[in-house]
């Protein structure tokens, strides 16, 4: 059995069935081993999802239990009259029976059905699963983003008593055009048990499995990790129904990874070499997003995804590019790294989009301490200093200069990463680095994991809290209503752009309203 695979407990898979809910598919390792001559359809067994759109179509992708050909048609309705078939790559062990096809040819700004089937080596079909997303549109249209991040971690897994996470189901029942996946989408160095007692008394229950019974440090527990998640029944359809445009962050590897880094000895890890657990992390994030590598600037992650002239979305990568975690404090600091840096300013100075959402997997300025290390050390681009920029805030700073000398209007931070949301409205007037124009960071998250409370902000580009959602206590479960994702949404008419902070029911907690840049 591989890590993908799942030994789900007939304990915990009675508790379900009798909760009235499905239980986690019956998930076989992709593979050419079986009997000879028995024919088997094959299964498409995690459902299926959409990846960065386009005008003309966007990225298809599913997994197979074993060798099959990948097949998508899309129609313009659910009938499926006059569809185009799209013929995908062969699904394979060698990408854990994970691949993708990029549809294209269609409308744009509308809704497409597609159908996704898979076609075995002896010419058997599986059984079909269907989807709609939206094509980008050409003209000036009303946009539904939605964005947040952190999903099982600390513990809180799949609770079939809940129904599994449900806040899918919330963010579906909005019909986003487009979800930004903030980081964090698995919590490889988190496992799980079948029950978590809070302080309380409550108890917590998870559906488990076997690779994410232990800390991932194998390339197919990391495989398992993704494969656990999407045996939710909420996070499937959301997934099929909604495009996304995907990050990763630091517990996709192991928490506050950086590169050269090693895992504590307490951790209890047989491979401690962070950029080991990196490369298997990055192949199993590749296998099981959808997401294209060729697409992005460097052939990994950073790049831009554009949806019509009201809005440009540039996709960052905090976490290959970061220096050590440490003080923080130099001259020099990296957080994007100078390719990705010139990027990112080309890219805000070149575009004519009304709207510019940096999708920045850290925050800017609130301080997150790296806990794991022996000294006192940052994880994200902060120093809590509250002076002039240094470190990594220099690559910060040079961004948001680089911003205001070219009169880039319109630029809006979205990130999630510390397990609450907020509305941060940074000012030069009470910042220590003056040479940039005011703008909004908002924060969303958790998905599905441990709330925290706020962290502190750092005084050197003048951030204000100006709303804040989080609990009291350090940890608090999914079952105390501090699970969050964000919205934005742009009218197509006026281009105004609003953002709400929502709770897992879809609760509007805090809204803002932007009126769109002078031209």
Same mark, same amino acid.
């Given at each position: ?18 909760? *009235? ?25 995690? *459902?299926?999802?959409?990846?960065? #759109? ?34 995908? #790559?062969?699904?394979? #062990? ?11 040819? !269609? ?20 059984? #079909? ?15 539904? !983003? ?10 809180? *897994? ?30 490889? @160095?988190?496992? !799980? ?56 962050d630091d517990h996709e590897t ?54 019509g002239p009201l809005l440009d ?19 020099? *600091? ?13 890219? !805000? ?87 940039? @124009? ?64 929502? @709770? ?16």
């Amino acid at each position: 059995m591989t890590g993908s695979d799942f030994g789900i407990s007939r304990r915990t898979l009675l508790r379900t069935s009798a909760l *009235g809910l499905v239980a986690a598919p019956a998930l076989a390792a992709c593979s050419n081993d079986g009997p000879a001559l028995v024919r088997t359809r094959p299964k498409l067994t995690h *459902g299926v999802a959409v990846g960065d #759109p386009r005008t003309d179509g966007a990225l298809i992708w599913a997994r197979s239990d074993q060798p099959a050909k990948l097949i998508v048609e899309t129609a313009a309705t659910e009938s499926f009259t006059d569809a185009k078939r799209f013929t995908g #790559p062969l699904l394979t #062990p060698d990408a854990d029976g994970t691949g993708r096809v990029r549809v294209n040819g !269609l409308p744009a700004g509308q809704q497409v059905h597609y159908r996704v089937t898979l076609e075995g080596e002896d010419g058997a079909t599986s059984e #079909p699963i269907t989807g709609v997303f939206r094509t980008v549109p050409t003209g000036a249209a009303d946009i539904r !983003l939605q964005w947040s991040g952190d999903v099982v971690g600390q513990g809180y *897994g799949i609770n079939p008593e809940l129904g599994g996470m449900k806040i899918f189901s919330a963010m579906a029942a909005r019909d986003p055009h487009l979800f930004i996946h903030s980081g964090d989408s698995i919590y490889a @160095d988190v496992p !799980l048990q079948e029950s978590v007692t809070l302080p309380d008394g409550r108890i917590w229950r998870n559906i488990v499995s076997e690779a994410k019974s232990a800390a991932a440090q194998t390339l197919e527990q990391f495989r398992g990790n993704y494969a656990y998640n999407l045996t939710d029944q909420n996070y499937r359809r959301f997934n099929s129904a909604v495009a996304q445009v995907v990050q990763w962050d630091d517990h996709e590897t192991v928490n506050n990874w950086y590169h050269g880094g090693l895992v504590a000895e307490t951790k209890g890890y047989t491979e401690r070499s962070m950029d080991t657990l990196a490369t298997r992390s990055w192949q199993a994030f590749h296998e099981w997003m959808p997401l294209e590598p060729k697409d992005a600037v460097d052939g990994r992650l950073y790049r831009k995804i554009s949806y019509g002239p009201l809005l440009d979305i540039f996709v960052l990568d905090m976490r290959t590019y970061k220096d050590t975690n440490d003080i923080n404090n130099g001259p020099n *600091g990296r957080i994007f790294g100078p390719e990705q840096t010139k990027w990112l300013i080309e890219g !805000l100075r070149d575009t004519k989009a009304t709207w510019k959402i940096i999708a920045n997997d850290l925050p800017l300025g609130l301080v997150v301490k790296d806990g794991e290390q022996k000294v006192m050390a940052y994880e994200g681009p902060a120093n809590g200093d509250n002076g002039a920029p240094s470190g990594r805030e220099t690559e910060i700073a040079q961004v948001l200069s680089a911003i205001k000398a070219n009169k880039v209007g319109g630029v809006v931070w979205l990130t999630a990463d510390v397990h609450y949301t907020a509305a941060h409205h940074y000012a030069p007037e009470r910042a220590a680095f003056t040479d940039f @124009d005011e703008f909004w960071e908002f924060v969303s998250g958790p998905l599905n994991a441990g709330a925290f409370g706020p962290n502190p902000l750092d005084g050197t580009f003048g951030p204000e809290a100006v709303f804040v959602h989080a609990p009291d206590v350090q940890n608090a479960s999914p079952l105390d209503s501090y699970q969050h994702f964000g919205e934005v949404l742009i009218d197509g008419k006026s281009r105004e752009l609003t953002v709400n902070l929502c @709770d897992a029911t879809g609760s509007v907690l805090f809204s803002q309203r932007l009126a769109p840049p002078v031209r």
